[in-house]
């Protein structure tokens, strides 16, 4: 009869000698919501399940030389509680909160979301977007990638199998600065992005835009940073003619796939509206904060 | 028949009491079919067809059964094989051989996740286990699942038994087309020759879920000497009792069927799956047997409806007079014959006199999961062919779409196409609540439309009983035979209250087992709130009979002198003027004396079901870029006899709104090349949620029936008939574009916005 072990070390290098032991069979638990599903629905049959919440620092956001440092296992419901956060990278927020239900953001974790490597995942297009990188801890040490890097394809990784993911990073706020991300689902919560964009962009005080990073999710096997679609809009107020510079970029890097989500024609156009839509939110936000307000 | 209708005064029905089983619901004490556990309980678990047709050429157990810890394994080997026999049980009639195959395959897989062996094992692992060392050897043969598509002569025939039925001359060769059934009156040529104007379309829905959250599940229980035990959640233990003494040919006297709690049926669960099955394992195991299925197994493999063609043609005069109709209704049953094709047919037109009709249906058998009622089964399918056709007939004719159905619409005393007359209907005041309604004048915002459409159910009667005994204290309990999907409990102990002149709160309604109250039919058809609610009203009047009976005995009076108001018995006669009334409590208190307890029982079968017509209003809005489309605003009217409790009556209508408007709109069964669901889980099969829709306005319209005590009408499923059409009326209003094929998802309104563009 197969057997599965749970482990749950107090110590980042217990974790990753618990990793390293279990070989390719061993599997990191964060919040579980994606792990555990699969584990039910008989999709993975790990070995062992190694669980990081133990480890000091994995459960919580911690404000570091102007930037966020959020533990791998933080679930969606602190991060969207964190006054701080939220009022730097809403984008992010929104994007670590539109997960699942109010059940799912008492577990769900950026880290997860980056790690589980769907095209789809919400957070990524927002982290991308907002220059994240994360933490990945494993037998020789520590190194730090942009988010960009972790996911290489569907459900399948940068990292090898003794390695994990321990902090997602998020620099600080530039000034005049917005970020936004929106999803299209065909229904209004508790729903898979058919296409996903992050926007995060800064302004300089006449309202041009001099930094803009664009990602789009699911509409490529992994999400895309694509700065074709930032520089359609750099040097701009963000007029109608960026703005329809932006959603030809936000089109042409889409290459996505019919499936029972939605057809490849559908994405395209999608990513575009939604490329286009969350910059003019990411852009009022930026003015509002350069005039003082809250984003 | 104690006839309380014309009292003027209700104190107790058209109220509005907290429900009896509402506290156990939500603090999670209630006990669902998963729920029930017993010492020594054995997990029950099925291996399922990965081919969309296939045959078996065998299947290897040894391995499975040699596996530690697995007590049982079957197969179809190990129950009886049934002759083809229609049996009524229920509403409706199936087919024990086909009932029996659908549960566990016996030579060939007709769809995928179609049941091929069962195992019983001491836990679910070992379970899962015991099905992966299951051996079976297929020949996967060529699969059909479009309706159309299974028609042609050239298509993969699934049952080498099945010739046409309905046809002048009996077919040479074998057709997936089990049935043609056509219905209709006049001179279709003649009446088409007669109009103005005419219209048609064709249009196309979707096989789709009835969505239930509970899972099924049961446990099973075979002792020694042959009594057998089911706790399951179903929409009628009586149902189950019959089909799993059918399926196992067993005496119905050695089963005993106890209703769990039930999380939705929606007509899904008047059938059985799991029952027979478990029973059969603990039979080989001497466990009891518990099976639950996953969300996954129960799409893959318990009834969604149909998926369908429905082509419509209208003609009608300039005025407005519809003079010819002709309906062509094209349904997939599943793997077995047997989809609500008929029902569709009888209620395409039901709303309208039309002289000059055709309406032909076709049952079709297909490579997917056997359909199952779903509440108004075939009703909302043709409903969403005709009611576009007559929204485009309005705007041809530039007519309103309320006048045009109110010049057409049937009164009391017309013919229904499908044969009776109708009698006390109220469609035309339902047609009127809904043209008064100011939601029907209210302005519009840009990239918005507003869609009408009406809908039609039969509504049954039938076999049910009840019971009602008197407590000591004078309080009582209501016991009936009919599980609650709707909120009938309080009903029933409304209706009983109202007789008895009691408190509601002192009337506690149960639902027994099979053991504990006489036959009644399942919970379905709208039928419990008229025909069990009449068998209650029937039993509380025996009981007032009986206690005026009583109270004369005490008076030393006789019983013409006694009469019952308020819930005491008075005594009218002068010469006894110094005797106070007797509450129930105190004759209660001494029941002994007057003959013993105070309790009666009444079988019956009901007649005179009123049918339900329903008019309904949806605003959507628009997102051009997008293609979403939002329900803004939802008015359902609908006449509904008499609300005996009216928020279950509205919170029918809302249910069957919401998931009308998810059949419109998003849910469908998606299949691969290879005839394997792809979206089988609530995260791809897109019921709507809460926030996508509107609070839902329910307009109760009261035309009460005069054969039922209070005027009831069924009310459960007339609700969901219109707001397939009502959505895509709405929908054709703001895009300018007849949209056919449902859903109507995203991708498919981008397309048409790109098209008017372009």
Not at chain 2, 306 to 326: C, R
Not at chain 2, 374 to 394: C, K, N, Q, T, W
Request: proline share 6%.
């Amino acid at each position: 009869m197969s057997e599965l072990d749970y482990l749950a070390p107090p110590t980042v290098e217990d974790a990753v000698r618990a990793l390293a032991a279990g070989g390719g069979s061993a599997k990191v638990l964060g919040g579980g919501t994606d792990l555990l599903v699969q584990l039910r629905a008989g999709r993975i049959k790990p070995g062992v399940i190694v669980d990081l919440k133990r480890i000091p620092g994995a459960i919580g956001v911690r404000e570091e030389a102007g930037g966020f440092v959020i533990g791998a296992a933080t679930p969606g419901a602190v991060i969207g509680e964190h006054a701080g956060l939220v009022g730097a990278w809403p984008g992010v927020v929104e994007a670590a909160n539109l997960i699942g239900s109010t059940q799912v953001q008492g577990r769900a974790s950026l880290a997860g979301n980056l790690c589980n490597a769907s095209p789809a995942a919400d957070s990524v297009p927002a982290m991308i977007a907002a220059g994240a990188t994360c933490l990945v801890v494993g037998p020789a040490g520590r190194r730090e990638i942009p988010v960009e890097q972790v996911a290489v394809g569907p459900g399948r990784t940068s990292l090898a199998a003794d390695e994990f993911v321990l902090e997602i990073r998020l620099p600080a706020r530039p000034q005049r600065s917005g970020d936004a991300y929106l999803r299209s689902i065909p229904r209004t919560e508790m729903d898979i992005a058919v296409v996903g964009a992050g926007v995060a962009l800064t302004l300089d005080a006449a309202g041009t835009v001099t930094a803009a990073r664009v990602a789009l999710g699911a509409v490529a096997p992994t999400a895309l940073l694509v700065p074709e679609a930032g520089a359609a809009i750099v040097g701009t107020p963000l007029d109608e003619t960026a703005l329809e510079a932006l959603d030809a970029a936000a089109r042409a890097a889409a290459r996505p796939i019919s499936d029972k989500r939605g057809t490849a024609d559908y994405r395209i156009k999608i990513a575009g509206v939604l490329a286009r839509r969350a910059a003019a939110i990411a852009y009022r936000r930026a003015a509002d904060q350069g005039r003082g307000g809250r984003a | 028949m104690t006839d309380v209708m014309d009292r003027p005064a209700l104190k107790v029905v058209g109220t509005r009491p907290i429900r009896p089983d509402g506290v156990d619901k939500v603090t999670g004490r209630a006990q669902f079919g998963a729920d029930f556990h017993l010492p020594g309980m054995l997990v029950g678990k099925i291996k399922r067809s990965p081919h969309a047709h296939a045959r078996i050429v065998s299947i290897d157990t040894r391995k499975a059964r040699a596996l530690a810890g697995v007590k049982a394994v079957i197969t179809a080997a190990d129950l009886p094989d049934l002759a083809s026999q229609e049996y009524e049980a229920g509403e409706s009639a199936s087919n024990l051989r086909d009932l029996s195959q659908n549960c566990m395959a016996r030579d060939k897989a007709l769809y995928q996740g179609h049941a091929l062996a069962a195992v019983a094992a001491v836990s679910a692992q070992v379970a899962d286990e015991a099905l992966d060392l299951i051996e079976v050897v297929y020949e996967v043969l060529p699969h059909v699942i479009d309706v159309e598509a299974a028609m042609e002569p050239s298509a993969p025939v699934l049952h080498a038994h099945l010739f046409t039925e309905g046809l002048a001359e009996r077919p040479a060769t074998a057709s997936n087309i089990a049935k043609v059934n056509r219905l209709g009156r006049g001179d279709l040529e003649a009446g088409f020759g007669e109009a103005d104007v005419v219209v048609q379309g064709r249009y196309t829905t979707k096989a789709v879920h009835q969505g239930y959250i509970e899972p099924h599940a049961c446990v099973a229980q075979v002792s020694q000497d042959g009594q057998c035990q089911v706790w399951s959640s179903s929409q009628g233990q009586f149902m189950v009792r019959t089909y799993c003494a059918k399926i196992l040919g067993l005496e119905i006297a050695d089963i005993r069927v106890t209703p769990a709690e039930i999380g939705g049926g929606f007509g899904g669960k008047t059938t059985v799956y799991l029952e027979p099955l478990a029973l059969a394992l603990s039979r080989q195991s001497g466990h009891p047997v518990k099976m639950v299925m996953t969300r996954e197994e129960v799409f893959r493999a318990t009834g969604p409806t149909s998926g369908a063609v429905i082509e419509v043609k209208l003609g009608a005069k300039q005025d407005g007079t519809i003079v010819a109709a002709d309906v062509v209704l094209k349904y997939q049953a599943g793997a077995f014959p047997g989809s609500p094709v008929g029902a569709g047919s009888m209620t395409a037109l039901a709303a309208y006199d039309i002289p000059n009709v055709a309406i032909t249906g076709y049952d079709v058998v297909t490579n997917s999961p056997k359909v199952a009622a779903y509440r108004a089964p075939g009703a909302p399918i043709s409903a969403f062919g005709v009611e576009s056709a007559i929204d485009d007939l309005a705007r041809e004719l530039g007519m309103d779409p309320i006048v045009l159905r109110e010049k057409n619409g049937v009164v009391s005393g017309v013919k229904a196409v499908y044969g009776p007359t109708y009698r006390d209907i109220g469609y035309l005041e339902t047609l009127k609540a809904i043209k008064d309604h100011p939601h029907y004048a209210a302005p519009l915002g840009p990239n918005q439309g507003r869609g009408v459409a009406v809908g039609f159910w039969f509504n049954v009667g039938g076999e049910s009983t009840a019971a009602v005994h008197v407590n000591e204290d004078g309080s009582a309990v209501v016991v009936t035979g009919n599980p609650d999907i709707g909120g009938s409990r309080a009903s029933m102990a409304m209706m009983a209250a109202e007789v008895l002149g009691l408190p509601v709160e002192q009337v506690r309604p149960i639902v027994a087992d099979t053991a504990s109250i006489g036959f009644s039919m399942l919970t379905g058809g709208s039928r419990t709130t008229f025909a069990t609610g009449m068998a209650v009203t029937q039993a509380a009047g025996k009981i007032v009979e009986d206690v005026k009976r009583r109270a004369a005995l005490i008076w030393d009076t006789t019983v013409d002198k006694v009469a019952w108001e308020s819930g005491q018995a008075v005594c009218l006669d002068a010469t006894k003027s110094a005797v106070k009334p007797l509450t129930l409590a105190a004759i209660a208190a001494q029941a002994g004396r007057t003959g013993g307890p105070i309790s009666a029982e009444v079988s019956l079968n009901a007649q005179g079901a009123g049918p339900g017509f329903a008019v309904h209003l949806c605003d959507v809005e628009i997102d051009r870029e997008t293609g979403h489309v939002t329900v803004v605003r939802y008015t359902a009217a609908q006449d509904v006899g008499r609300a005996i409790h009216p928020a279950y009556v509205e919170g029918q209508i809302q249910g069957g709104v919401a998931q009308g408007v998810g059949w419109a709109l998003n849910e469908e069964y998606i299949f691969d090349a290879d005839g394997q669901m792809e979206n089988a889980g609530f995260l791809d099969y897109r019921v709507p949620v809460a926030s996508d829709l509107p609070m839902i306005d329910a307009v109760l319209v009261e035309v009460p029936n005069p054969r039922h005590p209070f005027g009831a009408k069924g009310v459960g499923e007339a609700p969901i008939v219109p707001p397939l059409a009502a959505v895509a009326n709405a929908v054709r209003d703001a895009l300018g574009v007849r949209m056919c094929d449902l859903p109507l998802s995203p991708p498919k309104i981008r397309a048409v916005v790109d098209g008017l563009a372009s």
